[in-house]
Antibody
Framework: QVQLVESGGGLVKPGGSLRLSCAAS????????MSWIRQAPGKGLEWVSY????????NYADSVKGRFTISRDDAKNSLYLQMNSLRAEDTAVYYC???????????WGQGTLVTVSS | QSALTQPPSASGSPGQSVTISCTGT?????????VSWYQQHPGKAPKLMIY???KRPSGVPDRFSGSKSGNTASLTVSGLQAEDEADYYC???????????FGGGTKLTVL
């Protein structure tokens, strides 16, 4: 069965950096677009970024463009999100999700909490 | 893109039906048959309940159904059960080279 497991969240000071990872199993990882979606405490869902299969295309929310970088390692069945210049408003649970046709995240990880605070 | 508009809350008694709306524009909901719905229980990850407007993934009860008219999509939960109490989010495709867009979420209470 499809499984997505995020890691790498934690407490970081404003201006700091963090790298999130997502380990995928149960499907042919290299065949699928993958994405990151976040949810601030008590708030709704927000697209952060997605990456195409073969890494040929990436897209980012305006709120993270230039600060976050999505990448993947198909040999390791892993997805990453490098987050730099973190701000308080980046505080959220970050979910890794497999993205199917029509911008539909059909499988989600359990999420990893990122807290940006001094 | 702006978020899709959902009512903040909805409620119904066990056994009843409830419908949650999701309003967008002709650039998202109205322009494509790629509306999806997600159920999220407290502290849990969202779960896909409906995709491509009205299709149910394997394992989702047929009490959940989706539809669309113009720029507004709807999720109907029939025969409400206590375990249906959760937050529900809609999502839509918004064109190539876009991320997509979510609604603000609706808290469904089973009375």
């Amino acid at each position: 069965q499809v499984q997505l497991v995020e890691s790498g969240g934690g407490l970081v000071k404003p201006g700091g950096s963090l790298r999130l990872s997502c380990a995928a199993s149960g499907f042919t990882f290299s065949d699928y677009y993958m994405s990151w979606i976040r949810q601030a405490p008590g708030k709704g869902l927000e697209w952060v970024s997605y990456i195409s299969s073969s890494s040929s295309y990436t897209n980012y929310a305006d709120s993270v463009k230039g600060r976050f970088t999505i990448s993947r390692d198909d040999a390791k069945n892993s997805l990453y999100l490098q987050m730099n210049s973190l701000r308080a408003e980046d505080t959220a649970v970050y979910y890794c999700a497999r993205r199917q046709m029509g911008a539909t995240p059909n499988y989600w990880g359990q999420g990893t909490l990122v807290t940006v605070s001094s | 893109q702006s978020a899709l508009t959902q009512p903040p809350s909805a409620s119904g008694s066990p056994g009843q039906s409830v419908t949650i709306s999701c309003t967008g524009t002709s650039s998202d909901v109205g322009g494509y048959n790629y509306v999806s719905w997600y159920q999220q229980h407290p502290g849990k990850a969202p779960k896909l309940m409906i995709y491509e407007v009205s299709k149910r993934p394997s394992g989702v009860p047929d009490r959940f159904s989706g539809s669309k008219s113009g720029n507004t999509a709807s999720l109907t939960v029939s025969g409400l059960q206590a375990e249906d109490e959760a937050d529900y989010y809609c999502g839509s495709y918004a064109g190539s080279n876009t991320l997509g867009v979510f609604g603000g979420g609706t808290k469904l209470t089973v009375l």
